[in-house]
Each structure stands twice: as structure tokens, then as C-alpha cells.
Nanobody, 116 residues
């Protein structure tokens, strides 16, 4: 059974830091891309950061210089270190994994709330 499980969300003051973790299991084919997306109330889900199996990263302009994505291919885990958090970073953060043939798996999401 495929599972993508996020953890690490919570409440933090503006300027603070949080680290999100995501672990994927039960995916038979090699996981290619992994990433983080977020969805704020009343808004569409948007890309935060992605990372390929080779370590190439991509960030939304709004988080560049503040967030860092990393992964452990052997463990099928991906981390998102979030620093200098702002109120506008408040959202539900979702982990996404895509396998070698493009099948996509989503986690259930973890809430991040930044108080100003």
C-alpha cells in the first residue's frame, strides 16, 4: 500500500523556523521527483519546492532564500527547512512524489500557521 506521510507542521511566530518531513513508502518503481506544495484558504494549490532524484531543485520565487528542500533517495524522504517564516506562508503543505513512469502520489497535508 502506497503511503506518503508528512510531519512537522505547527504554529510558529513570524520570523521563526519549521522543518517539514515527508516519507514515501510502498511505491514499487523508483521515485523520480519529490516536492512540496501548499494551499492557503481560498487559494489554489501552488508549488513551493521540488527536487529530482539527482538533486536538482526548483523553488517558488516567494520562498527562494528562505526555504531549502533536500532528500534522501535511499529512504524515500524529503525535507523542507523553512526559515524566516511570514504570515503569508500559512497554508496546508502537501508532499508529492512521482515515480519513474509519472504516477503521482500525494500526502494528506500538514498545517503550517505563522502568526504575525
Amino acid at each position: 500500500q502506497v503511503q506518503v506521510v508528512e510531519s512537522g507542521g505547527g504554529l510558529v511566530q513570524a520570523g521563526g523556523s519549521l522543518r517539514l518531513s515527508c516519507a514515501a513508502s510502498g511505491i514499487i518503481l523508483r521515485i523520480n521527483d519529490m516536492g512540496w506544495y501548499r494551499q492557503a484558504p481560498g487559494k489554489l494549490r501552488e508549488l513551493v519546492a521540488t527536487i529530482t532524484s539527482g538533486g536538482n531543485t526548483n523553488y517558488a520565487n516567494s520562498v527562494k532564500g528562505r526555504f531549502t528542500i533536500s532528500r534522501d533517495n535511499a529512504k524515500n524522504t524529503v525535507l523542507l527547512q523553512m526559515n524566516s517564516l511570514k504570515a503569508e506562508d500559512t497554508a496546508v503543505y502537501y508532499c508529492k512524489a512521482a515515480d519513474l513512469i509519472g504516477r503521482i502520489y500525494w500526502g494528506q497535508g500538514t498545517q503550517v500557521t505563522v502568526s504575525s
